[in-house]
């Protein structure tokens, strides 16, 4: 059983900078996709941005595409999303996720296993 721990969200002003992390243990990631979710008050869970398991494929919400970059190093079993020019409508909470397989990434519903979250505040 995979356990997710996210980092490195907090606040910041608009058109600042900040990288989360999740950090995996108890099993690996190389083989599965990863994402980043969010869920701000009020509204529904969305995607991101996703993974695959050798990086070769990545997908963003259209929302933070050219502002956002995930990456991921399987060594270190971590799972990165480097959030810049964020914006007050980035306010959220972030998830990170883990696939039940490495194919489809840019699927919701492939992702079974869940960090906490980390918090991301951005004020205007």
């Known amino acids: 059983q995979v356990q997710l721990v996210e980092s490195g969200g907090g606040s910041v002003q608009a058109g600042g900078s900040l990288r989360l992390s999740c950090a995996a243990s108890?099993?690996?990631?190389?083989?599965?996709?990863m994402g980043w979710f969010r869920q701000a008050p009020g509204k529904e869970r969305e995607a991101v941005a996703t993974?695959?398991?050798?990086?070769?494929?990545?997908k963003y919400a259209d929302s933070v595409k050219g502002r956002f970059t995930i990456s991921r190093d399987n060594a270190k079993r971590t799972l990165y999303l480097q959030m810049s020019n964020l914006k007050p409508e980035d306010t959220a909470m972030y998830y990170c996720?883990?696939?039940?397989?490495?194919?489809?990434?840019?699927?919701?519903?492939?992702?079974?296993?869940w960090g906490q979250g980390t918090q991301v505040t951005v004020s205007s």
């Open positions: 996720a883990r696939g039940s397989g490495g194919s489809f990434c840019y699927r919701e519903d492939v992702y079974n296993s």
């Open positions: 993974i695959s398991p050798g990086s070769s494929l990545t």
């Open positions: 108890g099993d690996t990631l190389s083989p599965y996709c």
